[in-house]
């Protein structure tokens, strides 16, 4: 109907008040608007800006800049603030309307803002740097920011379904759902949204705030490492444009692009050099959460159903509407499907998640560990100073064999990923306590819940490495695992033990992933054609069961 997407917004605005007024549904509800800038016509003149916009260093005039020191909070601090808050999005309310202390936004598992965890079991301690330690070199694997739905998702699915009984004349909604009647489908796919910039951007300023003292270590230039999707690469940009300042960053290190494509071998994608992570193994994720969907949002399908007569509302459709509410708030600032459900709802939203990455991408999964191995070669390789010349998992020969592309000796490492990666390699370093309550049910939410995507894997997720010495010199005495702010236990990786602080000996730490390496079958659990169903899935390792 509506063929040029410029005119939507001018027809919408123009039908919206009709539609307040009668109160009946929009032919348009449910389309889908985009908006681009600049417009398709309109580029940035060479000429211009050589005349009339010259570039700072052209102009002169900076000012004095004394720079002042590198900043090292995490050692120096005595106490370190946690991210909290994600401003500027709108803080939801639940449709039982139960109190101040429930806060959807924590709901949100993958979907959640990043916000630090509190605690992994190790109450008493932090990501600071324990007392009488140094810290000599820093690991970051980071996700991506928010973005939007990934192609082909649910949400998008729900628009063209209500778009296409607007355009029947079938769909009229009431209630609390009467804003479908002028709602239209504003999100686009993939990329970054403005607040997954700004996510990125405060991660690179938080990090040279935290780590900056060690760039006085390099020699050279930082090569840093993303991959080649669009959300991945301004993610890493913005992290850079935070960590140095827009002014410099470009100048300031080497970016990394490594190609995310099928049949490329790379670290921070793995899956798409693991066939069972793309068929009816990996769909074991899917399946878990169906099977939680049709269990949880029963009442909310009743609920909603009587508020939308002539449309035939599925459970489906409500996952979607439901999923609609984190997307929509993490792109435009603000959704009216949030408040459609319960605080219980919510809390099944997110673990209908949770068992999706368990039993997708988690320990549930017999071949995660083998997706998140390959990085963890890297790790041995760059921890030990030693050039990788076995290649039998993800890792790229080509980029690791060179120390351009793969530089072993660097005080700060930067690797951004996704996700999923995120969730497989900490399988793949046995970080078993975030497992231990065991395989996740598929029909109730379970007491003592150990394993929670919105601490995994929220946007702008962050593990990090510290490797220190302890008592303070030149040479590394210990690792330690920071994930999103909350210290992990190492007592799954042999040869770490429990530690007050998370502490492991850098020595027996090697050695630990050294074996995991042994243990983890990366040809068998990606590749061999095996069976494998949820009704006898109670592997927690990541792994096939020998
Ligand atoms: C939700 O609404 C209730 C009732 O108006 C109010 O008491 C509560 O503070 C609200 N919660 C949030 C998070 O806004
Ligand atoms: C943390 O410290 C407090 C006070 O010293 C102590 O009571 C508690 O048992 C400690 N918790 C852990 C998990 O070590
Ligand atoms: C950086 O290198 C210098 C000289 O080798 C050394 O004294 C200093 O301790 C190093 N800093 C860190 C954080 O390792
Ligand atoms: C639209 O109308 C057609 C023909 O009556 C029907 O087959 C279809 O199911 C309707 N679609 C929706 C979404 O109501
Ligand atoms: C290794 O990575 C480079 C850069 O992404 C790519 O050109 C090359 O094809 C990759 N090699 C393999 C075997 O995937
Ligand atoms: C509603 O949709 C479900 C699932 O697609 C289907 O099984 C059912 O027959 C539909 N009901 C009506 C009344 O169209
Ligand atoms: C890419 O990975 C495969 C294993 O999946 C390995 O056999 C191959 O040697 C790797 N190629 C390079 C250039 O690293
Ligand atoms: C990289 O390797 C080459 C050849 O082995 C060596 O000459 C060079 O010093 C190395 N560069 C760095 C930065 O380690
Ligand atoms: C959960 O933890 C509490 C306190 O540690 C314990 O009493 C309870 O038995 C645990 N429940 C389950 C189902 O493990
Ligand atoms: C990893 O954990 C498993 C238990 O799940 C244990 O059997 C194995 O020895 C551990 N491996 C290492 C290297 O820590
Ligand atoms: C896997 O094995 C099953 C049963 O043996 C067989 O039907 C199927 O074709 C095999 N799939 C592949 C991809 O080889
Ligand atoms: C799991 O159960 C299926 C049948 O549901 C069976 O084919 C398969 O061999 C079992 N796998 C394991 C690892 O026990």
Redesign the pocket.
């Known amino acids: 109907m509506f063929l040029l997407s410029a005119f939507v917004s001018a027809a919408v605005a123009s039908q919206v008040s009709a539609a307040v007024v009668s109160g009946k549904a929009s032919s348009f509800a449910g389309s889908t608007s985009t908006f681009q800038f600049p417009p398709a016509d309109v580029t940035a003149t060479a000429s211009l800006i050589d005349s009339f916009f010259p570039d700072a260093s052209e102009v002169g005039f900076a000012g004095p800049t004394p720079t002042g020191d590198a900043a090292e909070s995490i050692a120096t601090a005595p106490a370190l603030s946690p991210v909290k808050g994600y401003f500027p999005l709108v ?4 449709s039982d ?8 936004v924590d709901s949100w598992a993958n979907l959640s803002p990043m916000q630090s965890v509190r605690s992994f079991g190790l109450d008493n301690t932090t990501e600071k740097i324990p007392e009488g330690c140094k810290l000599n070199q820093v690991f970051l694997l980071h996700r991506h920011g928010a973005r939007y739905p990934t192609s082909g998702s649910s949400p998008a699915t729900f628009a063209a379904n209500v778009h296409a009984a607007a355009g029947n004349g079938t769909f009229v909604a009431t209630g609390p759902l009467e804003f479908l009647n002028t709602w239209t489908y504003r999100l686009g796919a993939e990329i970054l949204t403005p607040f997954g910039r700004e996510q990125l951007f405060e991660l690179g300023i938080g990090f040279r705030v935290k780590y900056g003292d060690l760039l006085k270590n390099f020699t050279g230039l930082p090569v840093w490492r993303t991959t080649s999707e669009e959300r991945m690469v301004d993610s890493a940009l913005h992290f850079a444009a935070g960590f140095f300042g827009v002014q410099s960053y470009q100048s300031s290190y080497y970016q990394l692009i490594e190609i995310e494509q099928d049949g490329f071998n790379n670290t921070l994608a793995p899956y798409d050099q693991c066939p069972n992570a793309n068929n009816n193994i990996s769909a074991l994720g899917g399946e878990a959460t169906a099977a939680w969907t049709n269990v949880y949002l029963v009442d909310a399908q009743k609920r909603l159903a009587s508020f939308l007569p002539g449309f035939n509302l599925t459970i489906s459709d409500v996952a979607a509407m439901q999923t609609l509410c984190p997307y929509e708030t993490v792109a435009l600032g603000y959704s009216a499907f949030c408040d459609l459900f319960t605080e219980e709802e919510w809390k099944g939203f997110a673990y209908g998640i949770d068992l999706d990455f368990w039993y997708g991408d988690g320990p549930g999964n017999p071949a995660v560990s083998a997706q998140g191995i390959g990085w963890v070669q890297e790790l041995v390789s760059r921890l030990t100073q030693t050039t990788i010349t076995t290649f039998d998992t993800t890792v790229n020969g080509t980029l690791v064999s060179s120390n351009i592309t793969f530089p072993l000796n660097q005080p700060i490492f930067v690797d951004a990923t996704h996700d999923t990666v995120i969730s497989a390699i900490l399988p793949a370093m046995n970080f078993t306590s975030l497992a231990a309550g065991g395989p996740l049910p598929l029909d109730h939410i379970p007491e003592n819940q150990t394993y929670k995507v919105r601490e995994i894997s929220p946007f702008a997720s962050r593990l990090v490495g510290q490797v220190l010495s302890c008592p303070a010199s030149d040479t590394p005495t210990h690792i330690r695992w920071v994930l999103n702010d909350g210290v992990l236990p190492q007592t799954g990786i042999n040869g770490c033990g429990e530690d007050p602080n998370g502490l492991c000996q850098i020595d027996a730490f090697i050695a630990g992933m050294k074996q995991r390496i042994e243990e983890v079958d990366f040809a068998f659990d990606c590749f061999a054609n095996y069976t494998f169903s949820l009704v006898n899935d109670t592997i927690t390792n990541g792994q096939f069961p020998k």
């Open positions: 803080r939801p309310n639940t309307k139960k109190g101040k202390d429930f806060d959807v």
